[in-house]
């Protein structure tokens, strides 16, 4: 434990730490518990519309129906034991949206890998679908980039989404006069001081950290889903929390807290998996599939009949009364009673930071030939279909999922519930957050908020996993208060709240640190299976694009192009236009009112023509048009114009290319007509090439390495 | 005409199997693990999912249950049309229901996508596409069984031999499939040759 945090927690205790306590502390004043550095940043989101934004789970509302999605990273355990890192991590995020009596529907994966490291992808890949197939809740969407800077630490951030009526949800705080009840999985060694050890860089011999890790098992978690939707129907559960990082303490503790009463635990009552197991080991193990319940007195027997039925083990452990102390008794002896204010209110930085770094301003220039370039950036792995990975998790379990993976910018869910359908997606741009953490992130907001407006939704709100270095480097912190800020100025900017979120530090080893990496999933909401849209570009329909119209002064920093062809990354980032990014929403909307949309795909990753061929690729048509201006430009300046990426654009293919044309032009809306999708070539200003020969390098880019 | 679907620990697609049957015109509930007659029902669903967290081997636990004693009965007695889907299928060769063994993929990878296949029905065969997904979805058997099958793979998609991805039992009272009909009913995007499925389940119950 730091000794300057040491002394902090000793002047508000006013008495030295027991040995118990110790460990109590360095679990709750962790930076994975505590949001130490970034509690005071995070003050800085929108909250404005969330639904619960301070509990287990934020959420959004739709009708009388609360849509609850959270994030989580697993990075530290998936870069030691990829397979129970990566499962686990969704076991965890599970539990957060389960706790607010919200059944789990969707899940989504944020993954960056090293493509060298296939162990690790392919670890992560099948702990993903071992663990969430089996669970039955179906992985509907999510991203993979690649890049070494992920080297020594992959970052897999998961997140989850859950359905409840609002009504019913049930909070985190507990009253005085509960019983509090421990079901599930037997409490053992595994995953003992996890949270303290997501705290810290990772170090070299990393078998010695596999005892952190945590083990999953899918066939209790679908239990234990049914089992607590269950028990929190009864109305005498007043509150729930799940065992996450820290386990059982920090579930208890801040339960207590949050209800303002004291909570008094007996560690002999628990169900062990272990004789002889300490108290710390008991209070700090993070064995998967437990859930804490605090339960009227006249109910509890109704719990242990519905923990019966599902097979489940399950213990009182502990009671709540008058008071603000966490009490942990053992043998009939009090172990430790320490003040909850106190543990659960850990000392926060500010952050200040000193100096904001200075980026590389210099531009790539380099020239490559057009079309070595399009066969380069078509198998290129980051660019390239992620058919191997979606199609070993099962995306259509639960039949809500209404468009498959990478048929649409956003995920389709039916909510039968209420007869109307959600998107959702996650989205992250590392080196655009690299060069320039401000403006990165606002663009990281816009490219999910885009990925949902060309699917058809209306953005609702949003969720975060903001993924760093070491907070004691001070480029690190400035990075990060930086990210924040942009986060918090564009949803307010654009009125969406920030309902969840987490904070994943210490993303580095001695030798590698990550990109400042702001993972974003928003949710969005639509009114009809008529009103969906798709990235799908049909026969014999026109292509427009709409929006900012890319320049040759324009500043493409960080686009894929350049990593990809120049091995570089660098140059400037522009930020974003509100007022145009609201007429291309509405533009899009009303066309697709009109019926003259068919098709649409925000332009992202391999700019114009990037985003033109994936559009074409998911529809197996060609296309013949002309994407330049015909100017004699030089290759490096093609280059740009065909991939560069800017901010505020789509493309959208329609039948009817006069009525859509002058309904942009009567609207002012900036656009320019690109072609025309037909026969089995893509022809564009003097260039041409085989779809058949392209499709096939996008789809298989990544399976020829793997398979 | 009413339908069981029964729910095991770890079943997991019997909210959408529900949800399909009662589109496509069957009346559907619900009947536990525990349960130990079926009489009351003129089809019984086994949904996919991964019962018993699929310890073992797919399918192996469930056919310990209650409900499978009472699974043999109403197939002896012919009473009506036993279903399994994915898991299902798997419980009915584990419990040597239906012929063979249903045993990892070729690309020992877990499998999710839509599949071409070939559908005979009444000497009549056309072709379909339904969703897959699953892990253990490679069908084996050593005597020939080309006789029962109803559904075939066009793309084979796990290595199952004879291509099987669907098959009937002796008298045709019991039908398994490892494609998913009840994820293709109401979208496009899945298609609806689910129905298809469905329809023929429906006309094999009325056969009798």
Known sequence: ?707 | MKAAIIVFLGTNCEVETKRALEFCGFEAEYVNFDANNLDNYDAVFLSGGFSYGDYVRSGRLAKFTPVISALRKYIDKKRGVTVGICNGFQILCEAHILKGALVENDCSRFVCKNVPLELSFNGEKRNISLPVAHKEGKYICFEDVNDYKFLKYIDNPNGSMYDVAGLYDNNKRVMGLMPHPERAVFTKNFGYDGKEIFKIIREEVKRG
Not at chain 1, 155 to 174: D, H, R, W
Not at chain 1, 308 to 314: Q, S
């Open chain 1, 1 to 707: 434990m730091d000794k300057f945090i040491e002394k902090e927690i000793e002047k508000r205790l006013k008495r030295k730490m027991s040995e118990l306590e110790r460990h109590i502390f360095s679990a709750m004043w962790s930076e994975h518990c505590g949001y130490l550095h970034s509690k005071n940043e995070l003050k800085k989101f929108n909250k404005n519309n969330a639904l619960f934004p301070y509990e287990n789970s934020g959420g959004v509302k739709i009708g009388d129906w609360g849509i609850f999605f959270k994030t989580e990273s697993h990075n530290h355990p998936c870069a030691i034991e990829p397979y129970q890192g990566a499962a686990t991590g969704i076991g965890g995020i599970i539990r957060d949206i389960l706790a607010l009596n919200a059944r789990p529907v969707a899940l989504l994966n944020s993954l960056k890998f090293s493509f060298s490291q296939r162990h690790l992808i392919e670890g992560v890949t099948r702990g993903i679908s071992d663990y969430g197939n089996s669970c039955g809740i179906a992985d509907v969407g999510g991203e993979v980039i690649f890049d070494d800077s992920y080297y020594g630490v992959p970052l897999v951030n998961v997140m989850a989404l859950g359905i409840a009526p609002v009504k019913k949800v049930k909070l985190s705080a507990a009253k005085e006069n509960c019983v509090i009840v421990l079901l599930g999985s037997s409490t053992g060694l595994d995953g003992v001081g996890g949270a303290a050890f997501a705290s810290k860089e990772l170090g070299e011999n990393r078998s010695e950290e596999k005892i952190h890790v945590q083990i999953g098992d899918p066939f209790v978690k679908k239990k234990l889903i049914e089992a607590t939707l269950e028990i929190l129907d009864l109305d005498d559960v007043v509150a729930c929390q799940d065992c996450g990082a820290a386990g059982l303490l920090s579930s208890t503790s801040e339960m207590a807290y949050k209800g303002k009463c004291s909570i008094e635990l007996e560690l002999d009552k628990l169900h062990l998996a272990k004789k002889n197991m300490s108290a710390a080991q008991i209070l700090l193990s993070e064995t998967q599939e437990r859930m804490v319940f605090a339960v009227k007195k006249e109910s509890v027997k109704k719990v242990f009949e519905i923990a019966d039925k599902y097979e489940f083990e399950v213990s009182q452990i502990g009671k709540t009364y008058l008071g603000d102390d966490y009490i942990v008794k053992k043998d009939g002896k009090i172990l430790s009673k320490t003040p909850l204010g106190v543990i659960c209110n850990p000392y926060v930085y500010n952050l200040y930071p000193k100096k904001f770094k200075e980026r590389p301003k210099k531009e790539c220039c380099g020239e490559f030939d057009v079309i070595k370039a399009v066969n380069k950036i078509v198998s290129n792995p980051e660019f390239a279909s992620k058919r191997w990975f979606y199609e070993q998790w099962d995306y259509a379990v639960g039949g809500r999922t209404f468009v498959p993976p990478e048929k649409s910018g956003a995920a389709a869910l039916k909510l039968f519930e209420n007869d109307c359908f959600i998107g959702v997606c996650m989205d992250s741009k590392p080196r655009f957050c690299a060069l320039n953490p401000y403006i990165g992130a606002k663009s990281t907001f816009l490219e999910s908020y885009r990925n949902l407006i060309s699917s058809g939704f209306e953005p609702l709100g949003l969720t975060n996993c903001l993924n760093f270095a070491n907070p004691k480097d001070e480029d690190v912190r400035a990075d990060f208060v930086q990210a924040v800020q942009g986060l918090a100025d564009v949803s307010k900017e654009y009125n969406l709240p920030v309902v969840s979120g987490n904070v994943s530090f210490y993303n580095e080893t001695s030798t590698t640190k990550i990109f400042p990496t702001v993972t974003i999933g928003m949710v969005g909401y639509c009114k009809s299976e008529e009103e969906l849209i798709q990235a799908v570009f049909n026969k014999d329909e026109h292509v427009f694009l709409i929006g900012e119209k890319i320049q040759l002064n324009s500043n493409v920093g960080a686009s894929l192009y350049q990593k990809v062809l120049f091995d570089f990354i660098g140059g400037e980032i522009s930020s974003t236009d509100y007022s145009l990014e609201i007429k291309l929403k509405n533009a899009i909307f009303e066309m697709r009112k009109k019926t003259l949309l068919s098709g649409a795909i925000d332009v992202s990753k391999g700019g114009v023509l990037g985003t033109l061929l994936c559009a074409l690729f998911n529809s197996d048509i060609g296309f013949c048009g002309n994407l330049l201006d015909g100017k004699g430009y030089s290759n490096s300046q093609k280059l740009k114009l065909l991939f560069g990426e800017i901010e505020g654009r789509y493309l959208f293919s329609t039948k009817c290319r006069l009525s859509t044309q002058e309904y942009l032009t009567k609207n002012n809306i900036p656009f320019v007509y690109l072609g025309i999708c037909v026969g089995d070539k893509i022809e564009f200003d003097g260039y041409e090439f085989c779809l058949k020969e392209l499709k096939n390098k996008y789809f298989n880019a990544i399976s020829n390495r793997f398979d």
